[in-house]
């Protein structure tokens, strides 16, 4: 029988997807700087292509919420893991989130790669046509901001797609749903029975449409790229520049230094 773990591995390729991916960067690259926002596709423009390639990561958007749902939920149906474990796992988790953050913190004020985008934001917001940002009223109380996570209803985290909602609602049901079926009897065994086959047919649905989607997305990286390149020309790569060296940082001190330490 085949499981979802069969369905996430599609069959090798001689082009992995982070490699068409920077192809794509590159392919976006050569018609932003050739053809800028001029058009030259049956009418077509760069700026017709950057839409299109949105198109994708919104789909991608659309399917990674129910897909964390739905996961979560499958996870607490099949696993098979004691109550002093779970704390356990927990209690790591919490603590490599903990040095994550810090390290992240270090690195980030190290670094500062915020500065480097001073003033080219809003240059770049005025290419794109986008409004100015509007303050939301963020704030640091602890307890204002577990309140927002909590939704007004079951539909609203799907809406607008609060994952870290969607996770609290994921745990509720899934724990409810382990709780009952261990002490379930009957029809009502019958049922849960059934819903556990739902979950994993809809994990299973949903995994192989992200797979799906995700093969458009060195189309979409080509788009997308092509499109700011057009408006703000190679500057706009020195300005993330910053970032990918941040973030190739963070990964370097964790998989070569924190992680040989445990």
């Not at 307890?143 to 509720?172: D, H, R, T, W």
């Not at 910053?242 to 190739?248: K, Q, R």
């Not at 963070?250 to 330490?261: D, K, R, T």
């Amino acid at each position: 029988e085949g499981d979802v773990s069969s369905l996430a591995e599609p069959a090798p390729r001689r082009f992995p997807l982070y490699l068409r991916v920077l192809v794509g960067v590159g392919v976006g690259t050569a018609l932003g700087v050739a053809f800028r926002s001029e058009p030259y596709l049956f009418g077509a423009s760069n700026v017709d292509l950057g839409p299109l390639g949105m198109l994708v990561v919104r789909t991608l958007k659309t399917l990674a919420t129910p897909l964390i749902f739905v996961a979560i939920v499958d996870s607490f149906l099949k696993t098979r893991i004691s109550a002093l474990s779970g704390a356990r796992l927990l209690a790591i988790c919490a603590v490599n989130v903990t040095i994550a953050m810090v390290l992240g913190l270090f690195i980030l004020n190290s670094f500062q790669p915020g500065a480097g985008w001073a003033g080219r934001l809003e240059s770049l917001k005025a290419f794109a046509g986008a409004a100015p940002a509007v303050a939301t009223g963020a704030t640091l109380s602890p307890l204002k901001n577990f309140a927002a996570f909590v939704p007004e209803s079951v539909v609203e985290p799907f809406q607008k797609n609060l994952v870290i909602s969607v996770v609290l609602l994921a745990v509720l049901v899934g724990a409810a749903l382990r709780s009952i079926r261990s002490e379930a009897a009957g029809s009502l065994a019958a049922a849960i029975t059934l819903v556990e086959q739902l979950v994993e047919a809809l994990y299973a649905a949903l995994t192989k449409m992200l797979l799906w989607v995700a093969e458009a997305m060195p189309f979409a990286v080509a788009f997308i790229v092509a499109d700011v390149v057009g408006k703000a020309g190679l500057g706009v790569f020195s300005a993330l520049a910053v970032f990918f060296v941040t973030i190739l940082a963070g990964l370097l001190v964790h998989s070569l230094i924190y992680y040989p330490l445990l």
